[in-house]
């Protein structure tokens, strides 16, 4: 009986050890396809990273998504001095100065055509814009002009941070591009009107109100600036 038990032990080891080399055989296949794949364009990266982000209602605006986001920018009537709008909101009973800024965000995965747009950002992005024209960056000309990257990293009123990048090259404005269909100044004031019906109603509207303007849970921690 023990001879029998002892064989049965013996059987069972030798399968066991053949399954083990098996599966090790198909890891290191597994892991030699993975080496041998060929490297995905940065770009697939970033429309991966799009398609996760926070997407707005409203396609007037856009809100910084977190990432890289590339944008050339487009000041209202030709005038560089009116890229951006300043406006206040106010946040849980605390009004902070907002901004949006006027662009098209380039290189986002859509079929349709490319858009001027309303890019909700706060201070510390438009004050890194200004530093770059005042060192003397064009970021205007439409075929020559600069792009800007922005970069959002955290999250929560106090863990989010922005960097703005000058691209290394001129990004022409793509054609086919379409105008904002109001002004940033019209936006702004549409923005004001939303929060103050969420202040009327309370946190029961909070999604309500504000999701006229494609607002959501995700896009109230935005602003690291608040």
Request: aromatic share 6%; no cysteine.
């Amino acid at each position: 009986m023990a001879k029998k038990e002892q064989s049965a032990d013996v059987a069972t080891a030798v399968q066991e050890k053949a399954k083990d080399k098996k599966a090790k055989e198909k890891t290191a296949a597994a892991v030699a396809d993975i080496t041998s794949m060929a490297k995905v364009d940065t770009s697939e990266w970033q429309e991966m990273l799009d398609d996760m982000g926070t997407e707005s209602n409203d396609p007037r605006i856009y809100f910084i998504k977190s990432g890289r986001n590339r944008i050339r920018l487009v000041p209202e009537d030709n005038d560089p001095k009116k890229f951006f709008y300043k406006f206040s909101r106010t946040y849980e009973g605390v009004t902070r100065a907002k901004f949006l800024i006027r662009g098209v965000v380039m290189g986002k995965k859509s079929d349709e055509a490319p858009q001027i747009q309303a890019i909700s950002v706060g201070k510390m992005v438009v004050t890194q814009i200004l530093n770059q024209l005042a060192e003397g960056y064009d970021l205007f000309d439409p075929k020559k002009g600069r792009g800007v990257t922005i970069v959002k990293k955290g999250e929560g009123r106090e863990g989010t941070s922005y960097t703005t990048l000058v691209s290394p090259d001129a990004v022409p404005l793509p054609k086919g591009l379409l105008d904002l269909t109001d002004s940033l100044a019209k936006i702004a004031a549409d923005i004001q009107a939303a929060d103050d019906a969420r202040q009327a109603e309370g946190t029961k509207g909070r999604r309500g109100a504000a999701a006229k303007l494609g607002k959501t849970k995700a896009e109230d921690d935005e602003a690291g600036d608040w």
